[in-house]
């Protein structure tokens, strides 16, 4: 026993898990897995300071911990808090997130242009599954939203701001990953947008993954706009021998034509690996990869023949009236897909 | 009554420069404290006098100072929020203005008592005249040997530092705050970690409000059991209250904590009553952010006590029947006044003010000025109230830092309070735009909404 490592044990939506201390109730719920872990469109686990910023990851803390039970008073972001022994944590347990959480998805659509059937990341999109799985049907608002014009940034990267949710992952990549801080925030409010102080070209080796990270189509690879749906594309691990980056890569097919490279994904849309500009945007032959295996793609995901996300309540919601109102929808839509 | 710890030699000619301040009895704080006290005994007056947080959110001051982590090695610093912005409250620049040399005196007497070597008055970007004014005074003690090395002979070294803000009221939140005098982009930090742990340059910070600053002096030199004599419960000491709005005689006045809120609306020492005979209607008692009171709430709290100028009366139930003391921005409104506009004011003020962060803020502040602008311009609908409610129910508590509360908050109060004047903006929208609504039917207290 001595030499074993000092675990904390935390309850997520009744489910127990035992991490280590440091880590956040995001992380522990994702070593859970299942219908339990929080939507995160802001949090980025490679990128340093990521999250607490879009609020859709938002759950209850009931009991603080073993030594101080009591209930933290606001949801808290679970990206952002650690959690302590004992903690308990419910996510779509409690009707106040579930309904905090559709909140928030209502404020990130009331600016985006839903403009999906155009959009190169359909299919891909984090807003999307998001909005898919907490959103109204309907919106309600009634005012015009905010528009931008589209701006280049560097010959390879589109930046279409209309659809930024404003996450900072991209600042993030832009401060941490290259060597030129030339990409950040303009304005305050609603009015803020990305830029490229006054619409520098980035010029950097890996720049481009700014686009892997990007949870919405804001910033979209320029070799590959409006060429196909990503679901009609066939993805496949492959790598390369590349003098700056692991050269780790999932290709796109299109038949025998390679249409994009990008990152490899895990479950959570996280690449594994950052990968260069050469590797991303210029390397596109078949010959030039070592081809490894058909990539896994997630069962719900639209990719792996059009399979929508079947939702699996924890026991606890079957036993309670309350819980089942509100997460009426899903259960709803579960039972469409019957 | 009218007894005044601040504002004692506000009269003075002069008393902006050292010598007049120091005449009158000016430093006498700076060098009781450093000469006969050590800063646990300083922090221990703070915490015996019950000084509580004059920016708004009235957490103690001593026990703010108490939570300051201490490694060794590593800086303390003191920073002054100077950022003044909230819209009704405008004590700190008087007190700038005034008498810059009690912050200036609280200033070392606090950093005296935290430990810090560097401290900083960060100070609204507008106020250029109140920025010159510090600055000078700061100049004027150092050359009188009251900064700097070695001051009064004593050992201790102090230098204080004036940073002007960029104008943006969300610089007023504390981690805001740092991060724009570190020379960043304005944004709240995520917490934790706290200021007290990891502030300005990652080092332990404590950041005070101007007139929390400055209250450090006489609790220094009469002790901190005199100053807690003063008050109601964990209500002591006196408040300076920005009062503005319909009433005869507007200004800063400095308070005893306990005073009726009726006393002040009408006695002729302070604001001297209703300007033009007209009837009171509202009154939001704490600056822009905290909710609006009905006139039945006004003088008696739901449970018919007399409210009462102290952080707990003015909070006296809960946010359905009750609001805040905030940072003492007291707004009068009478009967003339359009609460709906006023609103739709306030909206504007957070819209424009929101960082863009976190998205309930963000989206949420802009939604809900486009919807009062739209009520207010007679082209609402019913829903839009409801709608309204459930936007600001939504943007409460889901934010990063309290900016979304304050958006929220009066908008709640506002339609929790008014509902019929909203009504009235939607069936009546041409009579609308050609008068008031006058008077609200609120004689009872309204069942809060769900």
Redesign the interface.
């Given at each position: 026993m001595a030499e074993e490592e000092v675990k904390f044990r935390v309850t997520i939506d009744g489910i127990p898990v035992d991490v280590a201390p440091g880590t956040s109730i995001l992380n522990a719920a994702r070593q859970i897995g299942g219908d339990i872990v929080p939507p995160a469109m802001c949090y980025y686990s490679k990128l340093e300071g990521s999250g607490g910023k879009c609020r859709t990851c938002l759950v209850k803390v009931s009991k603080g911990s073993e030594k101080d039970p009591r209930p933290m008073p606001k949801l808290v972001a679970s990206c952002r808090t650690t959690v302590m022994d004992g903690m308990e944590v419910q996510n779509i347990t409690s009707p106040e997130v579930v309904d905090a959480r559709k909140g928030v998805v209502e404020f990130l659509l009331i600016n985006h242009p839903l403009d999906c059937p155009v959009c190169d990341q359909a299919g891909e999109c984090k807003l999307q599954d998001l909005g898919y799985e907490h959103g109204a049907e309907q919106t309600r608002y009634e005012f015009g939203r905010r528009t931008f014009e589209r701006i280049d940034i560097g010959d390879k990267i589109q930046l279409h701001m209309n659809r930024c949710i404003l996450c900072y992952r991209c600042v993030y990549v832009a401060n941490q990953l290259t060597n030129k801080r030339e990409h950040g925030i303009l304005h305050r409010g609603d009015h803020s947008e990305i830029s490229t102080y006054i619409e520098e070209a980035l010029d950097n080796d890996f720049i481009g993954n700014v686009i892997d990270v990007c949870p919405v189509g804001a910033l979209t690879d320029k070799t590959f706009r409006f060429k196909n749906r990503v679901w009609f594309t066939k993805p496949v691990d492959a790598h390369r021998d590349c003098p700056s980056c692991s050269g780790k890569v999932t290709l796109w097919y299109k038949g025998a034509d390679v249409l994009r490279v990008t990152g490899r994904k895990d479950e959570f849309g996280e690449v594994e690996d950052f990968i260069c500009n050469t590797c991303r945007f210029d390397t596109k032959q078949t010959s030039d990869w070592i081809l490894e295996e058909p990539t896994q793609v997630d069962k719900e995901s639209v990719i792996n023949s059009n399979h929508y996300y079947n939702f699996s309540p924890p026991p606890v919601i079957k036993e309670n009236p309350v819980l089942q109102e509100a997460n009426a929808e899903q259960l709803a839509r579960t039972e469409k897909l019957k | 009554m009218g007894r005044k710890l601040l504002l004692e030699h506000i009269d003075v000619p002069g008393i902006n420069t050292f010598d007049v301040y120091r005449q009158q009895g000016g430093y006498r704080a700076v060098e009781k404290a450093l000469k006969t006290m050590s800063p646990e005994d300083v922090v221990e007056e703070v915490k015996k006098s019950g000084l509580r947080g004059r920016g708004g959110a009235g957490f103690p001051t001593g026990m703010k100072w108490g939570f300051l982590a201490k490694p060794e090695g590593v800086p303390r610093y003191l920073v002054c929020n100077g950022d003044e912005s909230e819209p009704g409250t405008f004590k700190d620049r008087y007190l700038m203005t005034h008498i810059p040399h009690i912050l200036v005196e609280g200033m070392i007497v606090s950093s005296f008592a935290l430990g810090a070597n560097t401290s900083y008055i960060y100070i609204r970007g507008e106020m250029m005249p109140q920025i010159r004014i510090v600055e000078k005074a700061i100049a004027e003690a150092k050359a009188a040997g009251f900064l700097g090395k070695n001051i009064l002979g004593t050992g201790y070294d102090l230098e204080i530092y004036v940073q002007p803000g960029g104008g943006?009221y969300?610089c007023g939140e504390e981690t805001a705050l740092l991060e724009s005098l570190e020379g960043k982009?304005g944004n709240p930090r995520?917490k934790p970690p706290f200021p007290a742990i990891a502030g300005l340059y990652g080092c332990p910070t404590v950041v005070n409000n101007v007139e929390s600053i400055a209250a450090t002096v006489p609790i220094i030199n009469d002790g901190g059991e005199e100053y807690a004599k003063i008050g109601i419960e964990r209500s002591t000491g006196t408040k300076l209250i920005s009062a503005s709005g319909n009433i005869i005689r507007p200004g800063v006045y400095e308070i005893d904590l306990g005073l009726p809120v009726e006393e002040f609306i009408y006695s002729d020492e302070y604001c001297g009553g209703i300007a033009n005979s007209k009837k009171l209607k509202a009154l939001v008692p704490g600056g822009s952010s905290v909710p609006i009171l009905p006139a039945n709430l006004i003088s008696k709290t739901v449970n018919g006590n007399a409210r009462l100028m102290t952080y707990e009366s003015l909070a006296d139930g809960g946010f359905a029947t009750g609001s805040s003391m905030g940072s003492g921005g007291f707004i009068v409104f009478d009967e003339d006044q359009c609460i709906v506009r006023n609103t739709w004011n306030f909206a504007r003020f957070y819209?424009?003010?929101?960082?863009?962060?976190?998205?309930?803020c963000?989206?949420?502040?802009?939604?809900m000025e486009?919807i009062l602008h739209k009520i207010e311009t007679g082209r609402g609908s019913i829903e839009d109230i409801d709608?309204l409610w459930?936007?600001q129910?939504?943007?409460e508590?889901?934010?990063?830092c309290p900016l979304g509360d304050a958006a929220a908050w009066p908008v709640a109060a506002a339609i929790r309070h008014f509902r019929d004047e909203f009504e009235w903006h939607i069936t009546h929208p041409q009579e609308a735009l050609s008068r008031n609504y006058g008077l609200a039917h609120y004689a009872d207290p309204i069942e809060p909404v769900v």
């Open positions: - | 943006a969300i982009r995520i819209h424009h003010e929101s960082c863009g962060q976190c998205s309930p963000r989206e949420g502040t802009g939604w486009k709608l459930d936007i129910r939504r943007i508590g889901n934010t990063i």
